[in-house]
C-alpha cells in the first residue's frame, strides 16, 4: 500500500527558507518519477516541481522557478523540496506525489509565510 508521508512545514517570515521532506514506502521509489504539490485554501491543487527517477531531471512551476530545489535520495525512499526566499503567496497545504497518480496523497504539511 502506497504511504507518503510529509514534514518540515512551519510559519516563516518572508525571504526566509524552509525545506520539505516526504517519506514513501508500498511502491519501487526508485523507478518512480516523484512531484511536490501545493493547495492554498480556495484555490486549485498546484504542481510545484517533479524530479525524475535518478534526480538528474527537474521541472518547476513557474512561480518557483530560482527559489525551490527539488531533490531525492533513492536509499532513503525520500523527496525533499528545498524552499528558499519564500513568499507569502507560498502560503499553502504541501503535498508530494508519485506523479501522475492523482489518487494517492499523504496528508501534507502546512507552509504559512507571514510576517
Known amino acids: 500500500q502506497v504511504h507518503l508521508v510529509e514534514s518540515g512545514g512551519g510559519l516563516v517570515q518572508p525571504g526566509g527558507s524552509l525545506r520539505l521532506s516526504c517519506a514513501a514506502s508500498?511502491?519501487?521509489?526508485?523507478?518512480?518519477?516523484m512531484s511536490w504539490h501545493r493547495q492554498a485554501p480556495g484555490k486549485e491543487r498546484e504542481l510545484v516541481a517533479r524530479?525524475?527517477?535518478?534526480?538528474?531531471?527537474?521541472n518547476y512551476a513557474d512561480s518557483v522557478k530560482g527559489r525551490f530545489i527539488i531533490s531525492r535520495d533513492n536509499a532513503k525512499n525520500t523527496v525533499y523540496l528545498q524552499m528558499n526566499s519564500l513568499k507569502p503567496e507560498d502560503t499553502a497545504t504541501y503535498y508530494c506525489?508519485?506523479?501522475?497518480?492523482?489518487?494517492?496523497w499523504g496528508q501534507g504539511t502546512q507552509v504559512t509565510v507571514s510576517s
Open positions: 506525489q508519485r506523479y501522475g497518480f492523482d489518487s494517492d
Open positions: 508500498g511502491f519501487p521509489f526508485s523507478l518512480t518519477v
Open positions: 524530479i525524475s527517477t535518478n534526480g538528474i531531471r527537474t
